[in-house]
């Protein structure tokens, strides 16, 4: 699954499912010109998901990842299912 | 220009252009269920730029940031131009 494929089915999804629920995707794609860059995606993960859940509450069960690596690039996809409500308690 | 055309644009540019480059790109995409819904995108920016600084060097010059704002979803697709090497100083 790609992650074009992984944006597309959850909206395709929410299309199909008339309870509407709040999503926060986030995708990245690190291309890389050589075969020696670091892949650092993998450890961004844990790191991202921690910066959005100071904004919103994040449940792990409703937290997906999608890792895929290629030769000149990897993406990497987390889709989390928000609860209605955010929280407001971020840091300035 | 929507993330999607922002994403397509850099591969299209890519091809195009021989010298190839490290690129990191970020698509963040909030989908929401009622127009009440907090926007926290814009907050988030410079948060997880901070993140992705720990792994890589980010020069501001070579950062790109292109956020949306529609009634049932934003997006914030920020694209960074990476050095060849980079930094392993991350946090473990």
Redesign the interface.
């Known amino acids: 699954m790609s992650w074009l494929d992984f ?1 597309r089915g ?1 909206r395709a999804e ?1 299309g199909n499912a008339p309870l ?15 075969r020696d ?2 892949d ?1 995606l993998p ?2 993960q844990q ?2 998901l921690a ?2 859940a ?3 509450q994040v449940d792990a069960n409703k937290v997906q990842v999608n890792l895929e690596r290629g030769e000149g690039m990897s993406t990497l996809a987390i889709g989390i299912e928000l609860p ?1 409500k ?1 929280r ?1 308690n ?1 840091a300035a």
Chains 1, 2 share one sequence.
Do not use: C, T
């Open positions: 944006f959850r929410k509407a629920k709040d999503r926060l995707q986030i995708i990245l794609a690190h291309e890389r010109a050589s860059g670091e650092f450890r961004l790191e991202l910066v959005v100071r904004y919103v209605a955010p407001r971020a």
